[in-house]
């Protein structure tokens, strides 16, 4: 997740970094978690993201409650 406050990214397979990236200018971005998630998610979101990420939660929430 830090990688996101680089400039510019190498090309890393060994840590899934796919492609080198040049981020010049762009401004600051942050790392969500999107898509299918719900609350019993969240443990294991933070552990990854960290609490510095955006979790958006949307219809698996408002659904499954």
């Known amino acids: 997740v830090d990688l996101?406050?680089?400039d510019y990214i190498?090309?890393?397979r060994s840590r899934?970094?796919?492609?080198?990236?040049?981020?010049?200018s762009l401004p600051g971005?942050?790392?969500v978690a999107s898509g299918g998630?719900?609350?019993w998610h969240m443990p294991a979101l933070v552990e990854i993201f960290g609490?510095?990420?955006?979790?958006q939660f949307g219809g698996g929430t408002?659904?499954?409650p």
């Open 51 to 55: 609490d510095d990420a955006c979790l």
């Open 29 to 31: 971005v942050m790392p």
């Open 16 to 24: 899934g970094i796919y492609f080198t990236q040049d981020w010049v």
């Open 37 to 39: 998630i719900h609350v």
């Open 10 to 12: 190498e090309k890393d």
């Open 4 to 6: 996101m406050r680089d």
């Open 62 to 64: 408002l659904g499954h």
